[in-house]
């Protein structure tokens, strides 16, 4: 066996390490930071690797300096694999969204969901439609500036997942365990209120995604359960028996992972952000939907959710 051949196929050490104090964050944190097992590092970081077209956010007066542990934001898209859309030439619609705020000082996270639907204004189109359409339109750069129109907050750094790449690392791990926050049934699976489960990432993906089934709760039950089954993916991830599938889920990340941290930026955050999940507060805009003047189903944030959350965010990163 050759010495590479050796070291692919036994990761280093310190990968429990680095990832055990993801736990409780985000699954795509905890996926990222598996990137520093072995020598794998190069070959896939380069991959995943897609930077915003800027420097910094036009939000803030100085660029976020890693190295000094400064709070910062991440906003994390879910997108969908739409075959039919792309053969029209349409972009990838993000049905996960959320926004973090990160600070290791105040060794606190704040995540705050946004609905699909919300009606925002969407960055570089003067156009005012779901915030959703951004990432179509424009991908992440787009997505991001739609976000800090809506939010009024600093969006310094972006990770974005395929959902189906997300069923397949559940997969992956041998499924994860849940607690439902609701009692209802959606695609053949039924679930209720308090009783926890072991779902397939095909369960996983049923359990995340309804709605407008009776008892789901809507768009706000949607959102808890999309944050339930990313902290249990993220258990799973930071378990030691997740290490059994490396290979896999290095190729995984490879295929469906997209972030503008570079290497050396995760290096920093691995380095000086452990703390920043000690306290992990979820929220969630709250407002009204309803059909608007164009005939479309929208989410309208109220003025003082949108307060709110941005006094939530803007706190934790110390401004």
Do not use: C
């Not at 791990?173 to 990432?201: M, P, R």
Request: charged share 25%; hydrophobic share 35%; proline share 3%.
């Amino acid at each position: 066996m050759k010495r590479s051949d050796y070291y692919e196929q036994k990761p280093k050490h310190g990968v429990l390490r680095i990832v055990m104090w993801v736990l409780g964050i985000l699954v795509i944190f905890a996926v990222i930071f598996m990137l520093y097992v072995g020598y794998k590092i190069f070959a896939v970081g380069g991959t995943i690797h897609s930077p915003l077209d800027r420097e910094k956010s036009s939000l803030r007066s100085h660029s976020v300096d890693l190295d000094k542990g400064d709070p910062f934001t991440i906003a994390l898209f879910g997108v969908d694999s739409d075959a039919q859309r792309a053969e029209k030439g349409g972009g990838q619609r993000s049905d996960t969204i959320m926004v973090l705020s990160i600070n290791p000082n105040k060794r606190t996270t704040e995540i705050l969901s946004i609905p699909r639907d919300t009606k925002a204004e969407i960055a570089g189109r003067n156009s005012t439609e779901k915030i959703n359409h951004a990432y179509a339109y424009g991908g992440p750069n787009m997505a991001v500036k739609s976000l800090e129109k809506l939010l009024d907050v600093p969006i310094d750094h972006y990770a974005t997942i395929d959902m189906d790449g997300m069923k397949e690392m559940i997969d992956t791990v041998g499924g994860i365990d849940v607690t439902s926050n609701a009692t209802f049934s959606y695609d053949g699976q039924s679930f209720s209120k308090g009783e926890q489960v072991h779902l397939n990432g095909a369960q996983a993906m049923a359990f995340m995604r309804s709605r407008k089934e009776e008892g789901a709760g809507g768009d706000f039950g949607r959102q808890e359960r999309q944050q339930i089954v990313i902290q249990g993916l993220a258990n799973k991830l930071t378990s030691a028996r997740s290490l059994t599938h490396f290979n896999a889920l290095m190729n995984q990340i490879k295929n469906n992972v997209k972030t503008d941290l570079s290497l050396g930026e995760l290096s920093k955050v691995r380095s000086h952000y452990k703390e920043a999940n000690d306290e992990v507060n979820r929220h969630q805009l709250e407002g009204s939907g309803g059909i608007q003047e164009d005939g479309l189903y929208y989410f309208v944030p109220s003025d003082s959710s949108l307060q709110e959350n941005k006094q939530i965010i803007n706190s934790n990163l110390d401004l």
